[in-house]
């Protein structure tokens, strides 16, 4: 017993590097919104739908969700992550919305599960392990078809 507490309080909480281009720019509060499906690499739909919880906390009421929107609108199946002045022209001709948040998610390591294996010892004789993962988001406006946030 004692082993699984000093086991489980001796792990460090997560550390977070970014970069952030422009995001200080965008007013939430105001328009239309649709997240779309991130693209994701290595992971399953949990981390979508605590994305979504923390971009309707953000949004509100604004956010429409392109399943959601495909019901009544004629909306391609996929949206790139990339998108070019013509796709953000379709997409707000279909939609009627202001603003597109696309999301890239890419698992780099996941060595804290059970079954994943550690790296070698380092040099002081304990093993380490981490995960990684980088997340990118881009932010179009539909109105003015460009990225307006990186």
């Known amino acids: 017993m004692l082993s699984l507490l000093i086991l489980c309080t001796s792990c460090v909480g997560p550390k977070f590097t970014y970069n952030q281009e422009g995001l200080s720019n965008v007013k939430f509060s105001q328009g239309k919104w649709i997240l779309n499906r991130p693209v994701v690499y290595g992971i399953d739909d949990e981390l979508y739908d605590r ?3 923390k971009w309707k906390a953000l949004i509100g009421d604004s956010l429409f969700l392109l399943n959601e929107l495909r019901q009544n609108k004629l909306i391609s199946e996929n949206i790139a992550f990339d998108l070019n002045r013509d796709d953000l022209e379709n997409i707000h001709l279909g939609t009627n919305c202001d603003y ?3 999301t890239k998610i890419k698992i780099l390591s996941e060595e804290l599960s059970a079954l994943s294996t550690p790296r070698a010892p380092v040099y002081t004789g304990t093993t380490e392990r981490s995960n ?6 881009r932010i179009y406006s539909l109105k003015e078809k460009k990225l307006i946030s990186s």
Do not use: G
Not at 132 to 137: C, G, I, R, S
């Open 51 to 53: 994305s979504l919880k």
């Open 100 to 102: 597109i948040i696309n």
């Open 132 to 137: 990684e993962a980088v997340v990118q988001v």
